[in-house]
């Protein structure tokens, strides 16, 4: 079946089996690497883009489900000039990531968190971010960087 989706602001066309979910489309259709492929059973959140401004596991979404709508992943962050988006420079000046596979993800849904809640505390940080996981950071500079770019974005 063919399916048309905006990603990262271009309108992308492709065919797809009806059973193709996002995060096969974004990653061998568009070739956006960014979108990691961890668990495909929407628990460790390595997958998570936005799907019309909402943060979602791709592993989670057929590709159909996403049929003219709009798709943000990790590589439609980055300014023109290639500035990181706040909350990548925060995770990199916080040190809030180490392998990197988890990063995409962890960045994506802390964005959702803060369009959604601008000032969370600690636990409300932790609790938003209870659907990615990381098995090298400990979460505590990963919980930093997210003051720092909520701080950042209430200056």
Excluded at 12 to 23: F, P, T
Aim: with cysteine.
């Amino acid at each position: 079946m063919r399916v048309d989706i905006t990603v990262n602001g271009r309108p992308m066309q492709g065919e797809v089996e009806e059973r193709a979910l996002l995060s096969d489309f974004l990653r061998e259709t568009a070739g956006l690497k960014g979108v990691h492929r961890g668990c495909d059973t929407a628990q460790c959140g390595a997958c998570t883009v936005h799907l019309d401004g909402v943060a979602v596991k791709s592993c989670n979404v057929l590709a159909l489900q996403a049929e003219g709508r709009e798709v943000t992943t990790i590589e439609g962050l980055c300014a023109p000039q290639g500035a990181l988006h706040p909350v990548q420079q925060a995770f990199r000046e916080c040190h809030g990531l180490q392998c990197g596979y988890c990063t995409p993800g962890m960045v994506m849904s802390v964005i959702d968190l803060l369009r959604r809640n601008p000032r969370p505390g600690d636990a409300e940080i932790r609790h938003g971010l209870e659907g990615n996981l990381c098995r090298c950071t400990g979460y505590e500079n990963i919980v930093k960087a997210v003051r720092l770019a909520a701080e950042r974005q209430q200056a």
